[in-house]
């Protein structure tokens, strides 16, 4: 197999949804998972690198890097098998995420329809283990396809060495310097098919909508009719979608919390604990709607940080930094952030 095509001083513009703009010394696009021989070259050992989905979940802190971008344009929807109640697809990690929704709710596919609209790329999804409306994508990962950047060498990581958490996984800590280059996801039949609704939003919608037995489309309706009204277009502003990650707290912390706070909102997590909404806290901080300069706050969504056009990496972390001070101090809760920064 040749070898990819470098591409030398790219422009990243139009590879970031935050519309940051930051030039590339290399960009390789990686459309086959046989990457051994790129990343034993001389070139690739001696520059630093990063991996680019869809770049809906990156900040791009500085004009220049100085590196390689990894583009993951690795593609495929292949059936792996088809029988009874499930359905087994491996998927390319270069597949844009809301595709491969809209492919399995056209074949009649459930399972990942609470998932509908988030921005990315399938690579991207069990990193961040993507979740919404009482979902995640490590409900339905089987197996995880993985190229070591470092020694070029292929694995499959089962779903029980993935160590899926809240937003979280081993492709984060220990796995960090993988390529995803495919996934395997095992859904329900539309004949077995029940839905999750376990967000009041989405059944107040189904039932408004006359839906007495919601199926894969309609859930899929739901959850894109909310996510319009709480998140700005990509192609209009600026932004990574949730730029903080929801706070998760103990029992013990959450009660003493909300002896402090009566209608602190929550929705339960594992072994007992609490989730508490990352966009309330910040709300309650006084920071949804504010603009500051040439980024801001989004007016509909506290969780949301915006590019109003032509600012730095470097204005967008300031900002978040100001936000996560302020939380910590009226809360006691330090923020984590959603977002990658690309230094």
């Known amino acids: ?3 990819p095509v470098w591409e030398e001083f790219v422009d990243l513009e139009d590879y970031n949804t ?8 290399y960009l390789v696009r990686i459309q086959s998972p046989d990457i051994g021989q790129l990343v034993r070259s001389a070139r690739f050992q001696n520059h630093r690198h990063f991996i680019l ?3 809906s979940n990156i900040l791009l802190a500085h004009r220049t890097y100085d590196g390689i971008v990894l583009k993951n344009e690795i593609p495929g929807i292949d059936i792996v098998s088809q029988h009874g109640i499930y359905t087994t697809l491996k998927v390319g990690g270069g597949v ?14 459930g399972g990942i329809e609470n998932l509908s609209m988030i921005p990315g790329t399938v690579g991207a999804a069990p990193i961040q283990n993507i979740g919404a409306y009482g979902v995640e ?10 190229v070591d950047t470092r020694t070029g060498k292929a694995r499959s990581v089962p779903k029980a060495e993935c160590d899926f958490g809240y937003r979280d996984s ?3 800590h220990e796995l960090r310097g993988c390529l995803i280059t495919s996934v ?3 859904l329900t039949n ?4 029940r839905p999750t609704l376990t967000f009041d939003s989405i059944k107040k919608i189904l039932e408004v909508q006359g839906s007495l037995e919601p199926t894969i489309q309609s859930v899929s309706d739901a959850v894109r009719f909310i996510r319009r009204q709480k998140l700005p277009a990509l192609n209009e502003i600026g932004n990574a979608g949730s730029f903080f990650v929801n706070v998760v707290v103990d029992a013990s912390m959450y009660q003493g919390m909300n002896n402090l706070h009566p209608y602190l909102p929550s929705f339960p997590a594992l072994n007992g604990s609490k989730i508490i909404p990352a966009a309330w806290l910040i709300e309650k901080c006084g920071w949804k709607g504010v603009q500051l300069g040439r980024v801001g706050v989004y007016a509909h969504n506290a969780l949301v940080l915006v590019n109003f056009g032509g600012a730095k990496g470097g204005e967008i972390i300031e900002l978040s930094d100001r936000i996560i001070q302020d939380v910590e101090h009226r809360f006691g809760m330090k923020l984590r952030l959603e977002v990658n920064i690309v230094l």
């Open 1 to 3: 197999m040749s070898m």
């Open 18 to 25: 935050f519309r940051v703009k930051s030039t590339a010394r």
């Open 53 to 55: 989905g869809s770049g």
């Open 96 to 109: 844009i995420w809301d595709s491969l929704v809209t492919h399995c709710i056209k074949n009649r596919l």
């Open 137 to 146: 994508v490590g409900d339905v990962i089987e197996s995880v396809q993985v």
């Open 170 to 172: 081993a492709f984060k």
């Open 184 to 186: 395997t996801i095992k």
């Open 190 to 193: 539309a004949n077995h098919y």
